[in-house]
């Protein structure tokens, strides 16, 4: 049987965030590319992450470019689907709705996929429920888990909804043992915290246990990593100096390659203590060097991080409870090795990036059997419940 034509719109690099590395690996997956015929578009209109969500001239152009490049595309082939990775709200939900609208409007069958969540959020105001009924109306859906499926049950039926967890390649360039060897030399217990410099991070909830724990006199070094985009340098460095932490707390801007990988090496455990996301891929990388984490019930952490298992989840937005998890790392070398032990497994059996386009293409194959009124289950041979025990 001759390989469907589907026609990929997704965010690719530049600028890097979750969403275009992720299609950056769809674009190179030789899994994923053997198994469908693939045109792909670039929906990025930013070039870099301070332009996300602002206007301006150089933006129209990016916005006409895109939108003739999907017009051109739907003109030249004839596709058997399409495959769009859509924003649930801001502007650029409304950027893609006119996507959506090229798609209704060649009555092409579409497949979207959410690396976030948000409609939910939205599916009151009169504007976007409209949008989000037009849009859902005889599509399919991917998402990340089922612990996000809540963001689009009003608009989308349980069995038209299917999953797949992201994974990343594995650039750890020693065994856990190594690792674990490397750490048992250092004094003082080290964590990292790599993202941008956002309040939706929870930068400031972690900058606020570092505070505690400094109160308390707990020996650790913590070390921010990331770009500034609504919490400046400046403003971080004013927080350090008022309270007193340049002993312990430093922050050493966006790293990238080796220099990134240098900091996962060294440090003894990972924190995220986001506000607001979905899959966050800094905790498989921090997984992969065999790193223990602590994060919060935000989206599909829950699937990464076992509470106990191979780290801690806590509430959203507290510093205190924060500061009790990392405080009792730093205490406990042996539960952190064994947490460290416990991370590289879980990132070994759910989250390779072999896994993830394995998962991604039968995903993509049930809803396009759903599609086509068979039953997926009978033509696939991995199943969300299967790779995410």
């Keep these: 049987m001759s390989k469907r034509k589907v026609l990929f719109i997704l965010h690719l690099p530049p600028p890097i965030h979750g969403p275009a590395i992720v299609g950056r690996y769809k674009q190179e997956s030789k899994i994923i590319n053997d198994a469908f015929d693939i045109d792909y578009i670039n929906l990025q209109t930013s070039r870099k992450l301070g332009q996300i969500g602002k206007g301006g001239l150089g933006k129209l152009r990016i916005f006409f470019s895109l939108y003739w490049n999907v017009l051109s595309a739907l003109f030249r082939k004839r596709y058997d689907y399409c495959y769009l990775t859509i924003n649930a709200h801001g502007p650029a939900f409304y950027k893609e709705m006119i996507i959506v609208f090229f798609l209704k409007l060649f009555r092409l069958k579409t497949i979207y996929y959410y690396h976030m969540k948000g409609v939910a959020r939205f599916q009151d105001k009169w504007l976007p429920d409209k949008l989000y009924r037009f849009q859902f109306w005889g599509a399919r859906t991917i998402l990340l888990s089922p612990l996000i499926y809540y963001d689009v049950a009003k608009y989308a039926p349980k069995e038209e909804v299917f999953y797949c967890l992201e994974g990343i390649p594995d ?18 217990p080290e964590f990292l915290f790599l993202s941008n410099l956002m309040l939706a991070k929870g930068v400031y909830v972690l900058l ?48 990238y390659g080796d220099d990134k990988i240098e900091y996962f090496e060294r440090v003894d455990f990972f924190v995220h203590p986001t506000l607001n996301d979905v899959q966050p891929l800094t905790i498989l990388e921090a997984l992969q060097y065999s790193l ?3 994060s ?30 990392i405080e009792f790392l730093v205490k406990n070398p042996g539960l952190r090795t064994e947490m460290s032990k416990r991370a590289r497994q879980s990132f070994d059996e759910r989250f390779t990036l072999q896994k993830f386009e394995e998962n991604f293409v039968n995903a993509m194959n049930q809803a396009i059997n759903h599609f086509e009124g068979k039953n997926s289950k009978e033509v696939t041979t991995h199943e969300y419940s299967e790779c995410n025990q």
């Design 171 to 188: 650039n750890a360039r020693k065994s856990t043992e190594a690792y674990l060897e490397d750490r048992a030399q250092k004094e003082t």
């Design 208 to 255: 606020g246990a570092c505070k505690i724990l400094h109160e308390r006199g707990v020996k650790f070094r913590a070390t921010f990593i990331g770009g500034p985009i609504d919490i400046s340098k400046e403003e971080f460095d004013e927080f350090i100096t008022t309270h007193g932490l340049e002993d312990a707390v430093s922050y050493v801007g966006p790293k």
């Design 292 to 294: 223990p984490v602590i």
């Design 296 to 325: 919060t019930p935000e989206g599909t952490i829950p699937d990464m991080i076992k509470d106990d298992i191979n780290g801690y989840v806590v509430p959203k937005g507290k510093s205190e409870p924060l500061a009790d998890k």
